[in-house]
């Protein structure tokens, strides 16, 4: 059961990426939103977020300063951070915090199946991650026994 938190203070883009992104089709079963970064990390670590999508810009904690807190916290969410500004400094500062994709808006067709696409690529690792998981447990236990 994988999980997503969409955190932007514009509610007319969590609607949009709740909507037209095929949640169900693509391995997410719950999908969470959040108006700012302090509740967004709430939920990161009440909920077990597998990916979280934020703006980089928002009011009361910023997306960039939420994505450290989730690292300094050693949480395993994947990140993919959206903005309406090209600001390098910013993406140099993603790639430091090993976010997965950093993408910039207006959401067009094209943002929004590139989304869909790292969404996909996230939950197939994830549920790599799993199995491969599940296989080295079960070998660990036929060793012990």
């Not at 090209?86 to 993603?94: H, K, L, N, P």
């Amino acid at each position: 059961m994988l999980k997503a938190l969409i955190v932007d203070d514009d509610i007319a883009v969590i609607h949009c990426i709740q909507t037209l992104i095929k949640w169900k089709d693509i391995g997410y079963d719950k999908i969470f939103t959040a108006m700012n970064g302090r509740e967004a990390y709430e939920i990161v670590k009440k909920e077990n977020i597998d990916v979280l999508i934020s703006d980089l810009k928002m009011p009361i904690l910023g997306g960039m300063d939420l994505v450290r807190q989730i690292r300094e916290d050693n949480l395993k969410t994947e990140i993919i951070l959206l903005t309406a500004y090209e600001d390098f400094s910013a993406a140099r500062d993603g790639i430091e915090l090993k976010i997965y994709d950093y993408l910039l808006k207006p959401l067009v067709m094209e943002t929004l199946e590139h989304l869909s696409d790292d969404l996909s690529a996230i939950a197939q690792k994830r549920k790599t991650m799993l199995w491969v998981g599940r296989f080295l447990k079960d070998e660990l236990d036929d060793e012990i026994l």
